[in-house]
C-alpha cells in the first residue's frame, strides 16, 4: 500500500515539472513534430543562360544559394527552382566547367516570387597548338628561316569574343598578336630571323612560349609552356630533273638519300611557271626516308616548271632544297 501511494506521488509531480517545461524548438527541418511553413516563404525561380546571342541555355549548371547551403542544378533548358525561400538577402553563385563563375545577389523581403534570368561568360580555351621552324633554301633571294606559330582556340561565346590572341616568348622579349586564317577558329604567327635578337633563329630552341587569350569579358587562358625542339640547317639535294632539263610528260624526280640523327619523311612539291609567276600545282608528304624518288602520277602539259624536295621531322620541322627547274615539251 505505501509503495502505491509513493508511485502516485512521483507521476504527479513529474506531470506538474514537465506542464511548466517550456517547448523544445522544432527548426529541424527533419523533425516530424515542425510546423508546417509552406506559404511563408517565396518561389526563386531561375534560368542559366550563355552571355552572347542567341542566349542558348546552359544545363547542368551548380547553382549555390546562401545563406542556407541549398544546391540545385540546372535542367537542360538552364532552369532551376527553389520553392518556399524565406525572405531575406541571399547571394546566388553560378559554377560550370567552361563558364566563368559568377555571383548574383537577390533581396527577397518584399517579393511574393523571385525570377532570375543569368547570363555566363563562356571561357577562352587553347584546344591545340604547335610551334616549328622551316628553312627554304632557294637560289634567290637568299634562303631563309621562319618559326611558326599555329593555335586553334575556341570560346563557347564564339570565336569573335576572343580580343587577345598572343603568343609570348619571355626570355627574348617577344609578344606577337595572332593573325586570322580561313577557318574561324585558327590561327597563325610566322617570325622570321629577322624578328629574333641577332637574327638568330637558333637562340629560339628550348625557349618556354605561351599562349595568351583573353575575352571580351577579360577572362583569361593561358596554355605553356612550349618550346622549339629544332632547326633543321642542312637541306636536300635533288638530282633528277634540273637545269631546265627536258623531261617526258610523266617525270621521276629523285633526290640524294639524306642523313640525319632524328626521324622524317620526304616531301614533294611542283611549281608551274607562269608569265613568271610559279604556281603549286602538286604536293605529296609522308614518303618513307628509304624511298630517293617520285614517279609524277599524271600528264603535264608543255611548259615550264620547277620542283623541290623536303625533309619533315615528326615536330613539323622543315628543310626545303633549291628550286630545280625542267621543261616539258
Known amino acids: 500500500m505505501k509503495n502505491i501511494y509513493r508511485f502516485t506521488l512521483i507521476s504527479a509531480a513529474l506531470l506538474f515539472y514537465l506542464n511548466c517545461v517550456p517547448e523544445a524548438p522544432h527548426s529541424n527541418p527533419l523533425d516530424p513534430y515542425r510546423a508546417n511553413t509552406a506559404g511563408t516563404g517565396i518561389e526563386l525561380f531561375g534560368q542559366t543562360l550563355q552571355k552572347n546571342e542567341p542566349h542558348l541555355p546552359i544545363d547542368s549548371c551548380l547553382v549555390l544559394i546562401s545563406p542556407g547551403d541549398i544546391f540545385r542544378l540546372s535542367n537542360p533548358n538552364g532552369e532551376f527552382r527553389v520553392p518556399n525561400l524565406q525572405p531575406g538577402v541571399y547571394q546566388l553563385i553560378f559554377n560550370r566547367e567552361r563558364f566563368a563563375t559568377d555571383t548574383f545577389r537577390i533581396n527577397t523581403d518584399t517579393l511574393s516570387q523571385a525570377q532570375v534570368h543569368f547570363y555566363l561568360n563562356g571561357l577562352p580555351s587553347v584546344q591545340k597548338f604547335r610551334i616549328y621552324s622551316e628553312f627554304i633554301d632557294q637560289w634567290w633571294p637568299d634562303p631563309f628561316y621562319t618559326v611558326n606559330f599555329s593555335l586553334i582556340a575556341g570560346d563557347i561565346d564564339g570565336t569573335e569574343d576572343l580580343i587577345k590572341k598572343e603568343v609570348r ?14 577557318r574561324p577558329d585558327s590561327f597563325f604567327v610566322q617570325l622570321t630571323d629577322r624578328d629574333l635578337p641577332n637574327n638568330d633563329i ?50 621521276i624526280f629523285t633526290w640524294k638519300p639524306y642523313t640525319a640523327n632524328f626521324d622524317f619523311t620526304y616531301e614533294i612539291s611542283v611549281f608551274v611557271i607562269n608569265t613568271g609567276i610559279p604556281i603549286l600545282i602538286h604536293s605529296v608528304t609522308g614518303i618513307p626516308v628509304e624511298q630517293n624518288s617520285y614517279s609524277y602520277p599524271d600528264s603535264l602539259p608543255s611548259g615550264k616548271y620547277f620542283w623541290t624536295v623536303g625533309v619533315r621531322d615528326e615536330m613539323g620541322n622543315l628543310s626545303r632544297s633549291k628550286e630545280a627547274a625542267f621543261l616539258v615539251e
Open 202 to 251: 637558333f637562340a629560339l630552341i628550348g625557349k618556354p612560349v605561351y599562349v595568351v587569350l583573353e575575352d571580351q569579358s577579360q577572362a583569361a587562358a593561358n596554355a605553356g609552356p612550349f618550346q622549339l625542339v629544332r632547326v633543321i640547317a642542312t637541306s636536300p639535294d635533288s638530282l633528277s630533273p634540273t637545269g631546265l632539263e627536258s623531261v617526258a610528260p610523266q617525270p
Open 169 to 182: 616568348i619571355p626570355e627574348l622579349n617577344i609578344s606577337a598578336e595572332f593573325a586570322e586564317t580561313s
